[in-house]
Structures are given as structure tokens and as C-alpha cells.
């Protein structure tokens, strides 16, 4: 199986639209200590002729465009055979808008996702203006063997599992009453997948609680792609760009007792791989202290373009 990094960056991206934090004006600038990263996505393919999206984000244009696997076939055709989504987050979810011409290809989320795109942003009734929709509901705990529009088998086998994270901020009748709706119940996924029986590799990209489920599923892995978000709790309110804690946006934070780090200590054999960097992270400087941590821990840092054989 061929796995693609195709946005390592978390929503917003590095550089920020709007964002003048040192991580983004250097990047701004071409400091070669930083990289530019779109938002978080990836592709997989069991055949490399084949590929599927893995979200799709804000980026996917320029994504498809700087990926030559993904290049149009024919007059009319993409190699992009269906869009597996982890949960109903904008960075995740607006690249099915660019998506629209000649019918969206088959997209898999969760009921809770499928809920939030149909009633909360109405992105799934918009779509079916352009064509065709459709969407193929999984369950955690299940196995799926993915198909292309036509039905055809893409060769990825799936096991979605919930994790908890957090709902979409834009349905707050589910993000702020948690007794009422536990985000446990599969606002957010998790990914195992695989070629057939091939080695198994784990992606999420957003994870607050970091339990026992969870490492179950990445200690069977050759690989996990895994929640980069925040080095730490607090950063975002100590850079000042927010009152927001890491937790209450949806990520355990990497540094820290409990953090992902210290998690990932306790697995040891799968190569480990944060992806959905935000870029307030100081994992960033390519030349700091926080990457040398990460280095040390043997946690590789995702970058776009950036392509394993599993
Ligand atoms: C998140 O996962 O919390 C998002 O990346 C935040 C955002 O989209 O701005
Ligand atoms: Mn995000
Ligand atoms: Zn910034």
C-alpha cells in the first residue's frame, strides 16, 4: 500500500491566511527553517493506479494539482476513487466543494459526520445540485472493503474506530452538551487500513482522549499517522491568538505527562508520524529544540509530499 501526505498542516494551514505569528512570517518569507504545509489530508492506493482521499481539505485543488499520481485521466476522470472522512471539521470537509464537478466520488464518514455535513453545514444538499451523492455511513468496529463509483473494489480494507475529539464546532446543539452527546459516539474517526491482508497503518488525525482502544489499534500498525495539532496545553493562549486550551479544541497536546508523546513511548514497533500540524507549533523550526525532542522520541514529523510503502 502507497500512502501519500498530501496536506500535513491542521486548519489554516502554515501560513495562516491571517496570521502573523513567527512560524508563519517566516514561512511567508521562504525561511529555510520552516516548510509551507496545506491542510491536513492524505491518499492511499493498493495499486498506485487508484487512490483514496483521505479528507479533503481546503487545498485539494492545488494538492491534486501538485500530486502526479492524482493528474486527471481522459477529457473527464480522476485516479481519486472514493473520500474517507475522519469527522466533520471545515479543514476536513470543504475540499468536497472543489470536488463538485462531474459528482463527488463516493464519500465514507460516520452517521454523526453524514448528520453534520446534510444538517449543519449543508454541504451534502449543495453538492447534490452538481450531481450525484453518494454517501456510504460506516460504523466503528466494522470492516469495509472500499469501492470506486462504479462499485469496483479500490483493494483499502478499513476499520474505523471512535475516538474522542470533538464535535464540528458549527453544531453546537452536539459540541456544547457532552452528557447529552458524547463525542466518543463517532463525531471523529479513526482509521486502520490496509491492502488486503497487508501491513495495517493507523491514521488520525484528531484525538483528544488517548486510551486504551486506541493503543490497541496502532500496536498492531507498521505505521500511525497521528494528531500533531499543539506541542503543548496551553499554546495558543500563551502565543495570545486564543483562550482556547488544546483539550477543548479536540487534540491531547504532544509534550507533557499523558501527552502523545509519552503515549507513543509506551508502543514500542510502528514508525510513528504526526500529521495535522498547526502552525503555532514549534515542532515547526526544523532546527529547534521541540523537533529535537520529537527526533529523540523517534517521532517523525509529516510533510507534504511526503510518501510511504506500508
Ligand atoms: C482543529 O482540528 O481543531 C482545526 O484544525 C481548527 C481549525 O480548523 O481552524
Ligand atoms: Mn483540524
Ligand atoms: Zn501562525
Redesign the pocket.
Known amino acids: 500500500m502507497l500512502v501519500r501526505i498530501l496536506g500535513s498542516g491542521a486548519g489554516?494551514g502554515?501560513?495562516?491566511w491571517n496570521?502573523?505569528?513567527?512560524?508563519?512570517?517566516a514561512?511567508r518569507s521562504g525561511d529555510p527553517r520552516v516548510r509551507p504545509r496545506t491542510q491536513s489530508s492524505l491518499c492511499v492506493s493498493a495499486d498506485g493506479d487508484r487512490w483514496v482521499l483521505f479528507n479533503a481539505s481546503p487545498d485539494v485543488r492545488s494538492q491534486i494539482n501538485a500530486t502526479e499520481p492524482l493528474a486527471p485521466r481522459g477529457l473527464r476522470g480522476s485516479p481519486i476513487a472514493a473520500v474517507v472522512l475522519t469527522n466533520g471539521d471545515i479543514d476536513h470537509c470543504a475540499g468536497l466543494l472543489v470536488l463538485r464537478e462531474g459528482g463527488v466520488p463516493p464519500i465514507y464518514c460516520s452517521e454523526r459526520t453524514r448528520e453534520a455535513l446534510t444538517d449543519g453545514l449543508r454541504l451534502l444538499p449543495a453538492l447534490g445540485a452538481y450531481g450525484p451523492v453518494s454517501v456510504r455511513v460506516v460504523a466503528p468496529g466494522s470492516s469495509i472493503d472500499v469501492h470506486d463509483r462504479e462499485g469496483l473494489p479500490t483493494g483499502i480494507t478499513l476499520h474505523p474506530f471512535a475516538v474522542a475529539s470533538k464535535a464540528p464546532p458549527y453544531m453546537p446543539f452536539i459540541s456544547d452538551d457532552r452528557a447529552r452527546r458524547d463525542d466518543l459516539a463517532g463525531d471523529t474517526l479513526g482509521y486502520v487500513m490496509a491492502a488486503g491482508n497487508g501491513p495495517r497503518v493507523v491514521y488520525v488525525p484528531g484525538v483528544r482522549v488517548l486510551d486504551d482502544a486506541l493503543r490497541l489499534q496502532i500496536s498492531g500498525a507498521a505505521c500511525v499517522l497521528i494528531d500533531g495539532t499543539f506541542a503543548t496545553e496551553d499554546e495558543l493562549i500563551a502565543l495570545g491568538?486564543s483562550t482556547k486550551s488544546a483539550q477543548a479544541m479536540g487534540h491531547a497536546p504532544l509534550f507533557g505527562a499523558g501527552g502523545i508523546v509519552d503515549f507513543l513511548n509506551g508502543i514500542p514497533g510502528p514508525r510513528k508520524i504526526i500529521v495535522h500540524i498547526?502552525?503555532?507549533n514549534p515542532v515547526l523550526w526544523e532546527d529547534g529544540d521541540a523537533r529535537r525532542a520529537l527526533t529523540a522520541a523517534g517521532i517523525e514529523v509529516g510533510y507534504d509530499g511526503m510518501t510511504l510503502s506500508a
Not at 496570521?19 to 512570517?25: I, Q
Open positions: 489554516g502554515v501560513p495562516q496570521c502573523g505569528c513567527a512560524l508563519c512570517v514561512t491568538a498547526n502552525n503555532s
